[in-house]
């Protein structure tokens, strides 16, 4: 018997991976648990972290902190070509990344915001 946590698990990483396809993103692991300081985390081996409290959050934030990590395997920074993938596949994603920092303040996207 499958939990519902564990479903919105499997949704979230379907997720991940449909992004990590359209960007062409080199993932081989991706995984979902608490993390105590940032809400996703990715090595250069192609390791993906996400903290499992972005399960609770509705489609659209979702696809806001995949997106944003997927980018950085591209664009090391938040340049203006990163803001311009952005909005491109976001469309207002600076009201999107408002509106997750109000959800929980006490935790940035990555460390080097
Ligand atoms: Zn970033």
Redesign the pocket.
Known sequence: MSTTMDRDKAKFKARVHYWASKFEAHVTSVSVRPMRTKWASYSTAGRLTFDASLLELRDELQDYVIV?ELL?FHVPN?GKLWKSLMRAHLGDYEKLGNELEKVVNNKA??RN?
């Open positions: 944003h950085h938040h996207l990555h915001r």
